[in-house]
């Protein structure tokens, strides 16, 4: 019973942090005069990223060889393809759930551009990364990862730069949490508002790491299962989570933004550590997921490229897409 508590304290903690830290993104935005691009899909992204980051990075560096280094693969390619099924699903469910509140439903209001150049982005980038596990050459596995982290630093300044809406440019803000009087809150409050924020997002999502991670060993998950559809659910929580609070304020661009950008991040850096620090060589479990993530995030794209426009649709079905990896795994024993 104690772990189930600590589960619904842990999600209540992410949610917090997860409230605290968007407010003080839009001031930070606002104060600097950058776009919703560069706000979400670089600056919230990469925050909220640190959860899933320090996972495979400690399972490879301090787990035993064999066991640290699958279950850090595992955790590597799980993180995109929840952002891609579970995340989406969840924003998906929000715009629903709010449509009362939206003139222009079921149209959300996105940005295509900033969305499709995400999503075009993080395939491209994605599949290098995949490659990279079919050519067991350390010189263009070294060759690779360097590309991606230029892509990925071209990609960031890129964004940073591009024009757009600027966050909070024309919304009237809620007060700023740690200067709630401030009509035009100091940036060093806002960092501060934004570390504390990070903070519990952190603490809270390695406490449900280890609810989950406790209650699934419990039930005798696999450790490939663990890692792959049980970890990324908690690690990931930061961006549902902050999702969810913008889509309920009508922030689409900022939601989805932060779910591709975080996509694009974990496709080029996160990608890196996997390939120079392990074996990489995906096995069929993973395959399969790299498989599923990629339909996904084709759905979602080719509206936007047909349309020019993104409703909930082909982001609900990224609800079937994470079942359908689920009952996969179970049935293959998660091999």
Same mark, same amino acid.
């Given at each position: 019973?104690?772990?189930?508590?600590?589960?619904?304290?842990?999600?209540?903690?992410?949610?917090?942090?997860?409230?605290?830290?968007?407010?003080?993104?839009?001031?930070?935005? *606002?104060?600097?005069?950058? =776009? @919703?691009?560069?706000?979400?899909?670089?600056?919230?992204?990469?925050?909220?990223?640190?959860?899933?980051?320090?996972?495979?990075?400690?399972?490879?560096?301090?787990?035993? *060889?064999?066991?640290?280094?699958?279950?850090?693969? $595992?955790?590597?390619?799980?993180?995109?393809?929840?952002?891609? %099924?579970? +995340?989406?699903?969840? %924003?998906?469910?929000?715009?629903?759930?709010? /449509?009362?509140? /939206?003139?222009?439903?079921?149209?959300?209001?996105? @940005?295509? #551009?900033?969305?499709?150049?995400?999503?075009?982005?993080?395939?491209?980038?994605? +599949?290098?990364?995949?490659?990279? =596990?079919?050519?067991?050459?350390?010189?263009?596995?070294?060759?690779?990862?360097?590309?991606?982290?230029?892509?990925?630093?071209?990609?960031?300044?890129?964004?940073?730069?591009?024009?757009?809406?600027?966050? $909070?440019?024309?919304?009237?803000?809620?007060?700023?949490?740690?200067?709630?009087? =401030?009509?035009?809150?100091?940036?060093?409050?806002?960092?501060?508002?934004?570390?504390?924020?990070?903070?519990?997002?952190?603490? $809270?999502?390695? !406490?449900?790491?280890?609810?989950?991670?406790?209650?699934? !060993?419990?039930?005798?998950?696999?450790?490939?299962?663990?890692?792959?559809?049980?970890?990324?659910?908690?690690?990931?929580?930061?961006?549902?989570?902050?999702?969810?609070?913008?889509?309920? *304020?009508?922030? @689409?661009?900022?939601?989805?933004?932060?779910?591709?950008?975080?996509?694009?991040?974990?496709?080029?850096?996160?990608?890196?550590?996997?390939?120079?620090?392990?074996?990489?060589?995906?096995?069929?479990?993973?395959?399969?997921?790299?498989?599923?993530?990629?339909?996904?995030?084709? !759905?979602?794209?080719?509206?936007?490229?047909?349309? *020019? /426009?993104?409703?909930?649709?082909?982001?609900?079905?990224?609800?079937?897409?994470?079942?359908?990896?689920?009952?996969?795994?179970?049935? #293959?024993?998660?091999?």
């Amino acid at each position: 019973m104690t772990q189930y508590a600590m589960l619904v304290v842990s999600a209540v903690v992410v949610l917090a942090g997860a409230s605290l830290f968007t407010n003080g993104l839009e001031w930070f935005g *606002k104060r600097l005069g950058l =776009s @919703d691009h560069a706000v979400g899909s670089v600056f919230a992204a990469v925050g909220t990223a640190m959860p899933e980051t320090m996972v495979p990075i400690i399972a490879i560096m301090f787990g035993t *060889k064999a066991a640290g280094h699958a279950v850090g693969i $595992g955790a590597i390619i799980g993180a995109p393809f929840m952002l891609a %099924t579970l +995340a989406m699903f969840v %924003t998906g469910v929000a715009v629903v759930w709010n /449509r009362d509140n /939206r003139p222009d439903y079921p149209n959300m209001n996105v @940005d295509p #551009r900033v969305i499709k150049l995400n999503l075009e982005c993080f395939m491209g980038f994605y +599949a290098l990364a995949v490659a990279a =596990s079919f050519v067991d050459v350390f010189l263009f596995k070294l060759f690779v990862s360097c590309l991606l982290v230029l892509f990925y630093a071209i990609y960031a300044v890129y964004a940073v730069k591009s024009g757009g809406s600027s966050s $909070g440019e024309n919304d009237v803000l809620e007060p700023c949490w740690f200067a709630p009087k =401030s009509e035009n809150p100091p940036l060093p409050v806002i960092f501060a508002q934004i570390t504390s924020a990070l903070v519990l997002i952190i603490w $809270g999502a390695e !406490l449900f790491v280890d609810a989950i991670q406790a209650i699934s !060993l419990a039930l005798g998950a696999s450790p490939l299962l663990l890692s792959m559809l049980i970890v990324p659910v908690a690690t990931e929580l930061p961006e549902k989570f902050n999702s969810v609070v913008w889509i309920k *304020k009508g922030k @689409d661009t900022l939601a989805l933004g932060n779910i591709t950008g975080s996509m694009v991040w974990q496709s080029t850096a996160i990608m890196t550590v996997g390939i120079m620090l392990t074996d990489w060589k995906l096995g069929p479990a993973e395959m399969w997921s790299v498989l599923l993530t990629m339909l996904a995030t084709l !759905l979602v794209y080719v509206q936007l490229r047909r349309t *020019k /426009r993104l409703t909930p649709a082909p982001l609900l079905a990224g609800g079937f897409f994470y079942l359908l990896f689920a009952l996969i795994m179970v049935l #293959r024993g998660a091999k």
